[in-house]
């Protein structure tokens, strides 16, 4: 008897159109050549990356899942919520990323002229014309504190001035956890909680209240594969998803090969299984979005 062979996915990568290194079609091909079932674009607040992606994936035999990473609000925490199966063309989602734009832009400038005070200058249209259709953020100003010399690496940009005790920070405005759930909901989505290990709450029960509200709020899924989850994190929140009804999702957070971007490893090293996705797909909110 033949035991059919596993498959593996990737539900958490980014590209050009955000942080990331590579091109969307890029990215495809080096999932694509790391045997890889399926995957999931999921650039920063944009969706910018998913037709090309698609295009590529589909060329290379690889399912795509059309996603996004959003930022939203939770009290005083700022959270990541992946958003998969999404319609990037619905008008619900092109203007609320249209506001999150604006409100980058707005920001960028602010932290920018905080910078200029310092005596750091920025040319803000040359990032801008560098990253066409990007969600431009503090990766792409560290980067160009690099290119200018005014720091030596990507980490001293952040602990110098951007990170988040940093004089040249300046947080971001962003829509409320429930909003973004609503939004990904709204355009056919499935919503699940981004790194929530990486999320500073005081207590474990803090942590529980939260996934509860937000399972209440429609959160579908959470991501307990993330290389950010050491082996306790893991369970801690593997428990939380069985505790509230949650799906499990999973992915390396992927942004470039071995440079301070990356998060964890890259390609994670904990594989996530493809049963995975067939659930997430079959939990599909019915979309009112969508003709039937
Ligand atoms: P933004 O969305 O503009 O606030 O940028 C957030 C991104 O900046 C994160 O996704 C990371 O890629 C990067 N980042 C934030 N804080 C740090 C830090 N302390 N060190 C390195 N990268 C960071
Ligand atoms: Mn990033
Ligand atoms: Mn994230
Ligand atoms: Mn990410």
């Known amino acids: 008897m033949t035991v059919p ?5 990737d ?4 590209s050009t ?6 091109a969307p079609s890029k990215v495809m091909e080096m999932a694509a050549a790391r045997g890889l079932s399926a995957v999931s674009l999921t650039d920063h607040d944009t969706t910018a990356g998913l037709v090309d992606a698609e295009s590529a994936a589909t060329r290379l035999g690889l399912e795509f899942v059309p996603g996004i990473e959003m930022e939203a609000e939770y009290g005083h925490h700022r959270l990541h919520i992946l958003g998969y199966f999404i319609d990037p063309t619905n008008t619900r989602l092109v203007e609320a ?14 932290m920018i002229a905080r910078l200029k005070r310092m005596g ?5 249209r040359a990032i ?5 259709n990007a969600a431009i953020g503090r990766p792409h100003i560290a980067d160009e504190l690099i290119r200018m010399r005014a720091v030596s690496s990507f980490q001293q940009a952040f602990s110098r001035y951007l990170g988040n005790d940093a004089p040249a920070y300046v947080p971001r405005v962003a829509p409320t956890a429930a909003e973004v759930i609503r939004i990904i909901r709204g355009v056919g989505g499935i919503a699940s909680l981004a790194h929530p290990g990486r999320i500073r709450t005081s207590s474990q029960l803090e942590l529980a209240t939260m ?6 709020a429609g959160l579908g899924a959470i991501e307990i594969l993330h290389p950010d989850h050491n082996d306790s994190t893991l369970k801690l929140i593997a428990d939380l998803a069985e505790r509230f009804g949650l ?19 890259g390609f994670a090293k904990r594989r996530v299984p493809y049963e995975w996705l067939e659930r997430l797909r079959a939990a599909r909110p019915v979309s009112p979005a969508r003709p039937t």
């Open 17 to 22: 159109a955000s942080d990331g290194r590579y």
């Open 247 to 265: 799906l499990t999702t999973g992915g390396s957070d992927f942004h470039t090969l071995g440079t301070a971007v990356t998060r964890g490893t």
């Open 120 to 124: 750091v200058e920025i040319d803000y």
């Open 128 to 132: 801008c014309d560098r990253h066409p």
């Open 5 to 9: 062979a596993r498959r593996w996915i």
């Open 211 to 216: 996934v509860r509200d937000l399972g209440e």
């Open 11 to 14: 539900l958490h990568l980014h």
């Open 97 to 110: 990323l249209a506001r999150m734009v604006t409100n980058r832009h707005a920001r960028n400038e602010e």
